[in-house]
């Protein structure tokens, strides 16, 4: 079993910066991780993912080239590094863990393939 706790949110103005964590606690922290978003009345949606080793990510196109994902096994954490905040970008962000037996390489973006989830975090970006 995977618990999985979600800091760092709040409001912002357009085109500032955000940093979110996830610590995880529990049976491991091997899993591949990611995060994800909802925002009111829409579907939660892929944000970005990262690889059971951290050599792998992958960003929805929405964010790339601004957002961040990293991890660090020893601490069991997984950050969200989000810059350049737009209105858009509002939502409550989910830290989610995958247990499938993935490789060290591989990431995964589909929602449903995740195991665990964390509460989620508010993030509020004002124009």
């Known amino acids: 079993q995977v618990q999985l706790v979600e800091s760092g949110g709040g409001l912002v103005q357009a085109g500032d910066s955000l940093r979110l964590s996830c610590a995880a606690s529990g049976r491991t922290f091997s899993y591949a991780m990611g995060w994800f978003r909802q925002a009111p009345g829409k579907e939660r949606e892929f944000v970005a993912a990262i690889s059971r080793s951290g050599w792998r990510t992958d960003y929805a196109d929405s964010v790339k080239g601004r957002f961040t994902i990293s991890r660090d096994n020893d601490k069991r954490t997984l950050t969200l590094q989000m810059n350049n905040l737009k209105p858009a970008d509002t939502a409550v962000y989910y830290c989610?863990?995958?247990?499938?037996?993935?490789?060290?390489?591989?990431?995964?973006?589909?929602?449903?393939?995740?195991?665990?989830w964390g509460q989620g975090t508010q993030v509020t970006v004002s124009s």
């Open positions: 989610a863990a995958c247990s499938q037996p993935l490789s060290y390489y591989t990431t995964e973006n589909t929602p449903g393939r995740y195991d665990y």
